[in-house]
C-alpha cells in the first residue's frame, strides 16, 4: 500500500460541497444555490475535487513548482525510516483572517481562534480528549495500526506583524474584514486560514500548501467550537473544530483516507484502503475493502464527534512534508512568535520560554567504535535542536543509511565487522536543517569469536564506566528461579570512558539485566558519560540505559532460540528505570 501516489490526488483542492459529486456531477449544487445555502444545512461532507485539480494544473508554473516540491518531499519522505518521541514540536505561525463579517466582535473573534488553535494542537498531538476512543475500543480493530502524534505545533503569530493591518506586538495575528478571498501575500511565511460567511463549503486547502500567502478557507459556521461569536456560530454536526483538522491535514500533504478507493492509495503505508468516504458516524468494523475501514481518521468524512485520530504513518508523512517544503513557514516562527505564545497561548504566561536559538552547523563530532557492529556517535547538545540527523554509508558505496534521532549521542548498530564507514551529521532547529557536518570516517571492530559451545542466545554487554567504576556493578537475572547467571564489577576507579564488554551465553527464558551504583548517582552526567546497551549477536540493541539514574537502572527482555522480546508489562516488581528507559528494538 505504499506510495501508490494517484496523479489527482498530489494535485487536488478538496472542497467539501453538500452534495453529491463524485458519482453525480450533474448534483452539484449551482451557483445561487450555493450561494443561499447556510451550513447547517449541509447534510454531508463532500468533495468537488476533480474540476479544481483540473483548473489548477492549467497553469504550468503551478504545474512546475508542484513537480519540485513534490520531488523534494518524496526524497525526505523515503529517508526517513523510524520516528523518535516528540521531544521539541516544529512551530508553525498561523494567522486567522476572519472575511465578509458584519458587526464583528473583535475579541469574541480573537478568542474563538485562540480556542480553535488549541483545538488544532490537541488533535495533531494526539492529546484530544476523544482519542480514549481509539486506545479503549477502536485501535483493536487495527492490530498493528498507531495512533499518529504529529511533532508539529500551531501557535497564532503574536508580534512583527505585517505593515497596513493594525496589529501591534503582543496582539495575535488574527486580522477582520480586512481580506478576502483565499490568498494574501502580505501574509507570506504563515499558514492562513480564511474564514468566510456561507460559503456552500465547509473548506478547503490546496493539497500541499507553499506557504507564501496561501492557506485554508474554513465556512464561519465550521470554525472553531462553542457558542461563537454572533454570526460565526459553529453548527452541528461540524461544530468541535475538526473541519480546520481534517483541511491543516490537506495543507501538509495528506489526502483523503480512502484514496482512490480500494485499488488506489492514499500513500500512506498505514492507513487501510476503503472503497469510499464514510458519512456520519459509522459502526466500528465497516469493511469495504476487505479490511476494517479507518472511518474515524480526520482525513474522512465523518461528522465532527465521530473523527478522532491520524494515524502514525499520516504524522510522519506531515512532519515530512514540513520538512521538505515548508521551512520558509518553519523559519518564520522564530521572528512572529514570541515566547508567550509558543504553547498556544494567549499571550499573557508569565514564564515565557526562551526564544530557540538559531543552530551551528555541527563540527565536534567524534565517534567511537563499540564492536564488529556497532559505533557511538558524539557531538555536543546544540540549544534549540527539535532533532538530529545522521547518514552514514561504506566506504565505496553511494547510497546513504539515514536515522533521525532526539538528542546525542546516538549509537549506529547492525554495521558489518571491519568495514570503514563514512559519516555526517546535521541539526534541524526551528529556524530550518544547519548543513551536514564535514565527513568522518569509522571502521568497525573485527568480528568477536562466538564464545566456545555458544549455540544460541548469544548477547553482548557493552559498559562504558564513569570516573568512578568502583560504585559500578552489574547482574544478570534469570526471572523464573532469580537466579543471577552473570555478574561482573565492581571496577577500577578513574577510568570514564573505558568499554568493558562481555559476552554471554544464556538459555531461552526471561531475564533482567541489572546496572547498580553504589553511591546512589549513577553513572552518567556528573562524572564521565556511563552507559549500559546490551546487544544481540548482529549488534542490534537489545535494550539500553543511559547512565543517568539513582542507584540502579535495569533492561527486562525475553528470548527464545535467539529471537529476542519485550517482557510483558512487570507487576511482581515496585521498581521503575530513572530514566524511563525501556528495552527498544529495531
Ligand atoms: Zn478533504
Request: aromatic share 8%.
Amino acid at each position: 500500500m505504499k506510495n501508490v501516489l494517484r496523479f489527482s490526488a498530489i494535485i487536488f483542492t478538496c472542497l467539501f460541497i453538500l452534495t453529491s459529486c463524485k458519482d453525480d456531477f450533474a448534483d452539484l449544487p449551482t451557483v445561487e444555490e450555493i450561494e443561499n445555502v447556510k451550513t447547517h444545512d449541509i447534510v454531508h461532507r463532500n468533495c468537488g475535487t476533480d474540476k479544481h485539480m483540473e483548473s489548477l494544473m492549467e497553469d504550468p508554473a503551478y504545474r512546475e513548482a508542484h513537480a519540485i516540491k513534490m520531488k523534494n518531499f518524496e526524497k525526505i519522505n523515503s529517508e526517513i525510516s523510524s520516528r523518535g518521541a516528540c521531544s521539541t514540536p516544529t512551530v508553525l505561525p498561523m494567522a486567522v483572517h476572519f472575511q465578509g463579517i458584519s458587526n464583528p466582535n473583535t475579541s469574541c473573534l480573537i478568542a474563538l481562534a485562540q480556542s480553535q488553535i488549541d483545538i488544532l494542537n490537541k488533535d495533531y498531538s494526539g492529546t484530544n480528549s476523544d482519542i480514549s476512543k481509539w486506545n479503549n475500543n477502536a485501535s483493536t480493530y487495527f492490530p498493528g495500526i498507531n495512533n499518529g502524534e504529529a511533532c508539529i505545533q500551531f501557535a497564532l503569530a503574536d508580534k512583527n506583524h505585517p505593515a497596513g493591518f493594525g496589529l501591534s506586538d503582543g496582539q495575535l495575528a488574527v486580522t477582520i474584514n480586512k481580506t478576502t478571498g483565499d490568498q494574501s501575500n502580505a501574509w507570506n511565511g504563515y499558514i492562513n486560514i480564511f474564514v468566510q460567511a456561507n460559503t456552500g463549503l465547509l473548506g478547503y486547502s490546496p493539497l500541499g500548501g507553499n506557504g507564501n500567502g496561501d492557506g485554508v478557507v474554513i465556512d464561519a459556521n465550521a470554525f472553531g467550537a462553542g457558542s461563537g461569536c454572533g454570526s460565526i456560530s459553529p453548527s452541528a454536526p461540524y461544530n468541535l473544530g475538526r473541519t480546520l483538522t481534517h483541511e491543516l491535514g490537506h495543507y501538509l500533504l495528506l489526502d483523503h483516507i480512502w484514496g482512490g478507493g480500494c485499488g488506489s492509495d492514499d500513500g500512506v503505508a498505514d492507513t487501510p484502503n476503503s472503497q469510499d468516504s464514510h458519512y456520519d458516524c459509522p459502526s466500528l468494523g465497516i469493511k469495504t475493502c476487505n479490511s476494517n475501514d479507518m472511518f474515524m481518521n480526520y482525513m474522512d468524512y465523518v461528522n465532527d464527534a465521530c473523527m478522532y485520530m491520524f494515524s502514525a504513518g499520516q504524522a510522519s508523512r506531515m512532519e515530512n512534508y514540513v520538512n521538505s517544503s515548508l521551512q520558509n513557514v518553519v523559519s518564520k516562527a522564530a521572528s512572529v512568535i514570541s515566547g508567550n505564545n509558543n504553547g498556544g497561548g494567549t499571550g499573557t504566561d508569565p514564564d515565557p520560554e526562551p526564544e530557540p536559538v538559531s543552530c551551528e552547523r555541527p563540527t565536534q563530532v567524534s565517534s567511537s567504535v563499540l564492536t564488529s557492529s556497532s559505533v557511538k556517535i558524539t557531538l555536543p547538545a546544540e540549544d534549540g535542536a527539535i532533532k538530529y540527523r545522521i547518514r552514514y554509508r561504506k566506504v565505496g558505496t553511494s547510497s546513504w543509511t539515514v536515522r533521525n534521532f532526539i538528542s546525542p549521542p546516538y549509537t549506529i548498530t547492525g554495521l558489518t565487522a571491519n568495514k570503514s564507514y563514512d559519516y555526517q551529521v546535521r541539526v534541524q532547529c526551528p529556524q530550518g536543517w544547519t548543513s551536514f557536518s564535514a565527513k568522518k570516517r569509522f571502521t568497525t571492530a573485527g568480528s568477536n569469536p562466538t564464545p566456545t559451545g555458544c549455540t544460541k542466545n548469544l548477547v553482548t554487554l557493552l559498559l562504558t564506566l564513569d570516573e568512578y567504576g568502583s560504585e559500578t556493578s552489574w547482574e544478570l537475572e534469570k526471572n523464573s528461579n532469580g537466579n543471577i547467571i552473570a555478574k561482573g564489577g565492581p571496577y577500577q576507579d578513574g577510568q570514564n570512558g573505558k568499554l568493558i564488554e562481555k559476552d554471554l551465553c544464556i538459555p531461552d527464558g526471561c531475564y533482567t539485566l541489572y546496572i547498580d551504583d553504589a553511591y546512589g548517582d549513577g553513572i552518567c552526567c556528573s562524572y564521565g558519560d556511563g552507559s549500559l546497551e546490551l546487544l544481540d549477536k548482529d549488534g542490534y540493541i537489545i535494550g539500553e540505559s543511559n547512565g543517568n539514574f539513582g542507584t540502579y537502572d535495569y533492561i527486562d527482555f525475553c528470548v527464545e532460540n535467539n529471537v529476542f522480546s519485550a517482557k510483558a508489562n512487570r507487576t511482581d516488581l515496585n521498581i521503575k528505570a530513572n530514566d524511563g528507559s525501556k528495552i527498544q528494538f529495531n
